[in-house]
């Protein structure tokens, strides 16, 4: 996967390029934020997150699983609901979004299609 980064509000941002598409890293977007990680916990996490990444994949993706989405969709937004994208992209067969560990580090979290 081929790497560039922006600078945004003084933060580096990478973006990487994979199969022609270019991907954001959202672990990036919130380093700088106490409790980054825990941003991209809850925003996974948010019903509306979940419909939002669903109706994307289901526009972008002939093979996304959408019965494994409304199994998800349903659990979406209950206090015990909890999502990683690895679980998301194991379940639903996603291609938009990517988790990757990088240096030991916890999963850096790249979603994308940037246009």
Known sequence: MKSRSIIVKGTEVSIASRHEQDYIALTDMVKNFDGGGALIEQWLKNKDTVLFL??????????FNSLEFEGIRNEAGRNSFFLSAKKWIEATGAVDIHAKVTRGSPSNIDTGRLR
Not at 54 to 63: A, F, K, R, T
């Open 54 to 63: 669903g109706v994307w994949e289901q526009l972008n993706n002939p093979d």
